[in-house]
């Protein structure tokens, strides 16, 4: 089972950037794809970008598609999410998240291990 932690939250202005870090244990790390999720109030969480394992292949919700970008670094076990012009829109607590499987190509509703999240407030 992954135990995952984000940092990095906080309250910005809209235009600015923030990156998002996600602290990963429990599993090998480089075995899993890693996902960014976020949920805005009185919304359903949503996905947000994922990476792979081995390609590091990504993809993103087109909400965020050229302004946010998730990368990884197995050396540390972290995934990250920059995230560039940010709006009001971009409001909501982000969470980092995994499948429960190792060499898995998960669907969005395959991530099962969630981070505690991290509050991101985006302020006009």
């Known amino acids: 089972q992954v135990q995952l932690v984000e940092s990095g939250g906080g309250l910005v202005q809209a235009g600015t950037s923030l990156r998002l870090s996600c602290l990963a244990s429990g599993g090998t790390f480089s075995n899993y794809y890693m996902a960014w999720f976020r949920q805005a109030p009185g919304k359903e969480r949503e996905f947000v970008a994922e990476i792979g394992y081995g390609d590091r292949s990504t993809k993103y919700a087109d909400s965020v598609k050229g302004r946010f970008y998730i990368s990884r670094d197995n050396g540390q076990n972290l995934v990250f999410l920059q995230m560039n012009r940010l709006t009001t829109e971009d409001t909501a607590v982000y969470y980092c998240?995994?499948?429960?499987?190792?060499?898995?190509?998960?669907?969005?509703?395959?991530?099962?291990?969630w981070g505690q999240g991290t509050q991101v407030t985006v302020s006009s």
């Open positions: 998240a995994a499948p429960q499987r190792e060499y898995y190509i998960p669907t969005k509703t395959d991530y099962r291990n």
